[in-house]
């Protein structure tokens, strides 16, 4: 089983950039796609991005396509979510997670249930 530490979170003026960090350790990082979510207050998880196992495909949702890079270091066990041009909407507590599949449909990276490690999440916070 992985355990899963996202680091990097903080407090950013709009239009600011963070970088988040997900150390992997135990096995299987790198042969399983990996997902970012978040959590707003008082709201439901959301997906955020996602990357596949070997790099070669990523997704967004639609509210962070342009602003938010995701990626990954196989020889570090890390996932990183790159957000830059940051809204003040953007405000969540931010967990990343680890897919149950090796191989997937596009769909199936942008919900909750097909997680199934998670870790224990990183505070955002973005001043108007």
């Known amino acids: 089983q992985v355990q899963l530490v996202e680091s990097g979170g903080g407090l950013v003026q709009a239009g600011g950039s963070l970088r988040l960090s997900c150390a992997a350790s135990?096995?299987?990082?790198?042969?399983?796609?990996m997902g970012w979510f978040r959590q707003p207050p008082g709201k439901e998880r959301e997906f955020v991005a996602s990357?596949?196992?070997?790099?070669?495909?990523?997704y967004y949702a639609d509210s962070v396509k342009g602003r938010f890079t995701i990626s990954r270091d196989n020889s570090k066990d890390t996932v990183y979510l790159q957000m830059n041009s940051l809204k003040p909407e953007d405000t969540a507590v931010y967990y990343c997670?680890?897919?149950?599949?090796?191989?997937?449909?596009?769909?199936?990276?942008?919900?909750?249930?097909?997680?199934?490690?998670w870790g224990r999440g990183t505070q955002v916070t973005v001043s108007s």
């Open positions: 997670a680890q897919l149950k599949y090796t191989y997937a449909s596009a769909s199936t990276y942008t919900e909750t249930r097909n997680y199934d490690v």
């Open positions: 135990g096995r299987s990082f790198s042969s399983r796609p």
């Open positions: 990357i596949t196992w070997n790099v070669g495909s990523t």
